[in-house]
């Protein structure tokens, strides 16, 4: 199976948020167990979630995403 992070930057990079954002939900979704950065990168991924429900037209989703990225890994 292909790295979900490259999957991400791929669809990102082809403008097609709706893959982006449903691979990011399931990169979100994933076990963390053993993961030592775990909050930093889930940051990173919530703020591109965050940008993906943007670009859909999601706004309510987009706040809430950019939200926890804020309460995951402060200012």
């Known amino acids: 199976m292909a790295d979900p992070t490259a999957v991400v930057t791929v669809a ?4 097609d948020f709706a893959a982006a954002a449903a691979t990011l939900e399931e990169i979100l979704g994933r076990n963390r167990h053993g993961e030592e950065d775990s909050g930093k990168n889930d940051r990173i991924f919530l703020i591109h979630l965050g940008a993906a429900y943007q670009q859909l037209g999601r706004y309510a989703d987009a706040a809430e995403a950019f939200g926890r990225a804020k309460a995951v890994g402060g200012d």
């Open 12 to 15: 990102e990079a082809r403008r």
